[in-house]
């Protein structure tokens, strides 16, 4: 277990709807990021918060948008959702900026 | 974003060998760099960390060495183990820009 819980660990949905992952990073750490990971392809970043702020975005697609609440988990929304959205999102922490993450263990999106 | 590439995909290795994984960056104001290790069904783990002042770090039965002159960064893998087996992935950082960019990378397999 690495601190960084995900849920859901799988989620499969129709085309044109909207899901929410969630994220609970490791105690103590500040900072949250956001990454897909299709088939084939490496970890795209998508989005980084840092203490409830939105500090750096990626390739992130306008349907996508997230946050990060005041206890520090973090939601990562997508909507109209399409066939090529289907891929492993994962969502790290750390504790401090510009230090090595720690991963959760990944929501596995399938859109049908 | 940022280019970080893998030049093999995939490398075999027999059981007690030493694996050697490359990785090439493209920017060179990357100042921080990691290796990852992603297990099936896993999310990403780290293995070994580098800042742009080495050129070389070693832990248990990893060492990374750090090239800046041809941008490229590469993970030894002592006495390689059948639980070795994974996907490997070098990340790079400029620590004032907080995001890690990863490479797509290289799928290690070991032959027991």
């Known amino acids: 277990d690495s601190g960084v819980t995900q849920t859901p660990k799988h989620l499969i949905t129709a085309t044109g709807q909207r899901v929410t992952l969630r994220c609970s990073p490791r105690?103590?750490?500040?900072?949250v990021y956001w990454y897909q990971q299709s088939l084939d392809q490496g970890l795209q970043f998508l989005i980084q918060y840092y203490n409830g702020e939105e500090r750096a975005k990626g390739n992130i697609l306008e349907r996508f948008s997230a946050q990060q609440f005041p206890d520090l988990h973090s939601e990562l929304n997508l909507s109209s959702l399409e066939l090529g959205d289907s891929a492993l999102y994962f969502c790290?922490?750390?504790?401090?900026?510009?230090?090595?993450?720690?991963f959760g263990s990944g929501t596995r999106l399938t859109v049908v | 974003g940022e280019s970080v590439g893998l030049h093999l995909p995939t490398l075999s290795v027999q059981e007690g060998d030493n694996s050697i994984i490359n990785c090439a960056y493209s920017?060179?104001?990357?100042?921080?760099f990691i290796w990852y290790k992603q297990e099936s069904g896993k999310g990403p783990q780290f293995i070994i960390d580098i800042r742009s002042n080495m050129d070389k770090r070693q832990g248990q039965r990893v060492t990374v060495l750090l090239n800046k002159t041809v941008k490229h960064l590469s993970l030894q893998i002592a006495a390689t183990q059948p639980g070795d087996s994974a996907v490997y992935f070098c990340?790079?950082?400029?620590?004032?820009?907080?995001?890690?960019?990863f490479g797509t990378g290289t799928s290690l397999t070991v032959i027991p």
């Open positions: 105690s103590g750490d500040l900072s």
């Open positions: 920017n060179s104001a990357s100042d921080y």
């Open positions: 790290a922490s750390s504790a401090q900026l510009g230090y090595g993450y720690t």
């Open positions: 990340a790079e950082n400029i620590l004032t820009g907080n995001q890690f960019y």
